[in-house]
């Protein structure tokens, strides 16, 4: 396989963990410099175990909330990764949390050639927010998207979270109405899943009402295209052109790197993931150890699987061709015996050379791919 051209660094800690999040975070206000060195120093040890020289066209900085960094820890990880950049359209991305934006440091951020912001605003509710455990109230998010649009920063997502336990339809269309007419370039919007080990798990809290979240799904796609904002993924929207190319390298099922405690990397179709615990993860770096604590290389036929459910997972779709380039696997002969009713029951289409879930068989794409494992 080719080398991966996208990075992923995670940044673990957050002021305050949420009750629903199963993401490796670690509580904390500041990041310690350690574990800037660390990040540096893994990557020299994954280019030199691979002997890669990689020419990158994303970095994701992601979290716990990144926007944590300090001026100077940003601006040092920036020049250094940048030297592995392919060329001066390289996406740069950046998550922030409401409560840790400033217009100084959005400035700041344009400064270094951070051209993408991803808010974490999740609901402009403020009982839905209290129900979610975050510590940023509505009007808090509704200023930190004026200073983004205020400041032009070239793109911007906002992240919401729908069916969340007494959050009602009304509510959230109008959410969404407010958060369209700011004018994002970018917009994901997540139905809540409650994951294993969560203190939402261990509280046994449920999602909100399945009817409620069916509504929900059918507002954010009857609204966003009068926006000029298109579905492209299961829970991605965007203007054209201003789609996350990083994400869509996750979902082509191509190689990437990623660095930091807790973080994933896919190389040479095998995954492997990093120690959770910040400290412990310096300690390994520290050690001259890479810090993996789990590692799976995926079959030629696991992987073309794979491959197929997470193209499928975009309103694209699979290009046959294309597919069978990547995998060596035709993408019919894997699903052959499963698309006849699929197809009957307008779920999917299978035409000229492409195969892709219809707007119906996005809205229930887990039940459909669980049948293509």
Known sequence: MPQPKSLYIHIPY?????????????????????????????WEMILKDHQFNPELETIYFGGGTPSLLNE???????????????????????????????KSKIHFWKSLKINRISLGIQSLSDNTLKTLTRTHSSK???????????SEFPSFNLDVIFGVPGQSVKQFEEDLKYILDQNPTHISAYELTIEEGTPYAINNIKQGPEDDVIAMT????????????????ISNYAKPGFESKHNINYWLNNSYFGLGSGAFSFINRTRSSNERNPQEYIQLIEQN??????????????????????????????????????????????IKGETELFIENNLMTISEGNIKLTATGLKVANSILKNFI
């Open 14 to 42: 957050c002021r305050n963990i949420c009750d629903y999040c199963s993401f490796p975070v670690f509580k904390g206000n500041i990041v310690p410099d350690t574990y800037i060195e660390a990040l540096k120093s893994e």
């Open 72 to 102: 100077n820890q940003l601006e040092e990880l920036i020049t250094y990764f940048t030297k592995w950049k392919n060329n001066n359209s390289i996406e740069i991305t950046l998550e922030a949390n409401p409560t840790s934006l400033l």
């Open 140 to 150: 808090l998010s509704k200023n930190s998207i004026q200073l983004l649009k205020e």
């Open 218 to 233: 059918e507002i954010l796609d009857k609204l966003t295209p009068q926006y000029g904002i298109l579905k492209y993924e």
């Open 289 to 334: 150890k890479l810090a993996n604590v789990f590692e799976e290389t995926l079959s030629d036929e696991n992987y073309a699987r794979e491959t197929l459910m997470t193209q499928l997972r975009t309103v694209k779709g699979i290009n046959c061709s294309e597919f069978k380039t990547q995998t060596d696997y035709n993408p019919i002969d894997l």
